[in-house]
């Protein structure tokens, strides 16, 4: 490097944003320097904080991956859409391998796998599960979903307890409402899943969608409900103490993606985690593009914020 500004375009290029903010003078890289280490480390809460330095449209592409904090707050980001996320989170995946950061990587796996049968649901419900705005027919006469103790529902007692909470949580205050996004909305997304895809004893509550869309979110639900149980993901346990050891090497994630693929291939939606789509993980968005039965592709969004910060020095 010839000169200091070299070295700190190379981090921004790097998607260094913590050190190339701590080391930035300017106030102005600074803030965007934030704006883009709170999108890499997937701060959801935090994606529509005002940062008046970064250009209105990463403002809103990232606000497009913002989880709501009240029950009636607009826009209703990634309550609207989950694709825009997804995008993120695989752009998010792609960086941390090439910078050889596995356990945040890893981090960002288990959250695409947490929230993905909603991606799945997203084409039937007409949102990604925003909880103001659950179809009537999941309480429809003869449901079981969200009731307390029934023994026939195949739902655990977490998942009761979170689907009775998701069908009131829009009336509790913000307090509650991020409380509920904390704790139960990934528990919902498993629910949901079952209830389509694995349930032995099914009752009225996904009778709201016709039978043959019906059959065709079973298979994407399962096949979501498979990816969360892949040695991919479980890798994210795989530590002796907590979520903090035994962070895996490449060979280990590459290794434990290739018998996650082979685990998958039982369906046509499974079967394209097969596919060689270029991605660090290859079949990746391919799997999770055919499981939203929609095309997702990582975001260029940190790529944008990098670009911005690498002219703003070029300015400076």
Not at 104 to 116: D, G, K, R, T
Not at 159 to 185: C, I, K
Not at 251 to 272: F, M, T
Not at 277 to 301: E, K, Q, R, V, W
């Amino acid at each position: 490097m010839d000169t200091t500004r070299d070295l700190l375009v190379a981090l921004a290029h790097r998607y260094a944003f913590a050190d190339l903010g701590a080391l930035a003078s300017d106030e102005e890289v600074a803030a965007v320097c934030e704006f883009g280490q709170r999108l890499l480390s997937l701060d959801a809460e935090d994606f529509a904080v005002e940062a008046r330095s970064v250009p209105a449209d990463l403002k809103r592409r990232a606000r497009a991956c913002h989880m709501p904090q009240t029950p009636r707050e607009t826009p209703r980001g990634a309550l609207e859409s989950l694709r825009p996320a997804y995008g993120l989170l695989l752009e998010v995946i792609a960086i941390r391998w090439h910078r050889r950061e596995l356990s945040p990587m890893i981090a960002a796996v288990h959250i695409a796998s947490e929230y993905l049968p909603l991606l799945a649901f997203e084409p039937q419900l007409g949102h990604a599960g925003d909880p103001a705005r659950w179809p009537h027919g999941l309480s429809a006469d003869g449901s079981r979903f969200g009731v307390i103790g029934d023994r026939d529902c195949d739902h655990t007692k977490s998942e009761q307890s979170a689907t009775n909470r998701t069908l009131r949580v829009a009336g509790e205050p913000p307090e509650g409402w991020r409380a509920y996004f904390d704790r139960q909305h990934s528990q919902v997304a498993g629910a949901l899943a079952v209830c389509v895809s694995t349930c032995r004893k099914p009752c009225t509550a996904m009778d709201w969608i016709a039978p043959e869309p019906r059959r065709e979110l079973g298979t994407r639900a399962r096949s979501a409900l498979a990816f969360a149980e892949t040695p991919l993901v479980r890798l994210r346990h795989a530590a002796p103490v907590g979520h903090g050891f035994g962070v895996p090497s490449p060979e280990e994630v590459l290794d434990a993606w290739e018998r996650s693929r082979g685990a998958l291939d039982k369906n046509d939606v499974g079967a394209a985690a097969l596919k060689d789509d270029g991605f660090p993980l290859p079949g990746l968005p391919s799997l999770f593009s055919a499981i939203a039965d929609h095309p997702i592709m990582p975001s260029t969004l940190l790529k944008g914020v990098s670009d911005h910060v690498a002219s703003l020095l070029v300015r400076g």
